[in-house]
């Protein structure tokens, strides 16, 4: 069963518009969420991220909001370059899983000139 | 500074044969992790060490997987007699503190990419 879920495999947006990636989650003791960006051939770097008890982190381009009532949370890349053309995963944690990361699939995103 | 490395970074082996994947964490960082990702899926814990110490090997999905941090910094993941279901990437981190704190930052190597035929 899936605790992490990024429904949408792949995106593609124009350069220079708002890239708004999703993630779900359905354990309720998650209290810090993490965004990592990866490139082919390279490991997940860290891009943000987020504590339960915020809604919002931003940090330059981007910014994660948090809905805990939903359950849901999304990064949003503003202005899309291409240099954010990678796989960017939402992982989370919580003292019920011992701290350990719990990662969904990923989404490409892939930026248009 | 250098970052966290992983060698071999690709390894073929043959069912049945034993595999050994080497992992330099960042000089200085307490934690050290190893994950399993799969093709179009993300990374899967395997293990988990607090400088030598093996705190949590939950993830480990047989007995044919075993990891090591003799002197709390290299690390090694072993897997005997490979099966086909093995093949993956596998992934070391490593981040400053302990686990238990909970913003502390897992910093990836490259990865292994382990096929098995």
């Known amino acids: 069963d899936q605790q992490v879920k990024q429904n949408s495999p792949s995106l593609s947006v124009q350069e220079g518009r708002i890239s708004i990636l999703n993630c779900d989650y359905t354990?309720?003791?998650?209290?810090?969420f993490l965004w990592y960006k990866k490139y082919p051939a390279e490991g997940p770097t860290f891009l943000i991220s987020?504590?339960?008890i915020k809604d919002k982190n931003e940090d330059g381009r981007f910014t994660v909001f948090l809905n805990k009532s939903a359950k849901h949370l999304s990064l949003h890349i503003v202005p899309s370059q291409p240099g954010d053309s990678a796989v960017y995963f939402c992982?989370?944690?919580?003292?019920?899983?011992?701290?350990?990361?719990?990662w969904g699939a990923g989404t490409k995103l892939i930026i248009k000139p | 500074g250098a970052g966290v490395s992983q060698s071999p970074r690709y390894k073929v082996a043959k069912r049945g044969q034993d595999v050994a994947l080497r992992c330099d964490p960042i000089?200085?960082?307490?934690?050290l992790f190893w994950y399993q990702q799969a093709l179009g899926q993300g990374p899967e814990f395997l293990t988990y060490?607090?400088?030598?110490?093996?705190?949590?090997k939950s993830g480990l999905p047989s007995d044919r997987f075993f990891a090591e941090r003799p002197e709390g910094s290299v690390s090694t993941l072993k897997i005997q007699r490979t099966q086909q279901e093995d093949s993956a990437v596998y992934l070391c981190?490593?981040?400053?503190?302990?686990?238990?704190?909970?913003?502390?930052?897992?910093?990836f190597g490259p990865g292994t990419r382990l096929t098995v035929l």
């Open positions: 981190a490593s981040s400053l503190a302990g686990r238990g704190v909970i913003s502390d930052t897992q910093y």
């Open positions: 000089s200085g960082h307490v934690s």
């Open positions: 060490f607090q400088n030598e110490a093996q705190l949590d």
């Open positions: 354990n309720s003791m998650f209290d810090y």
């Open positions: 987020i504590s339960s």
């Open positions: 992982a989370a944690s919580g003292r019920d899983s011992n701290y350990q990361l719990i």
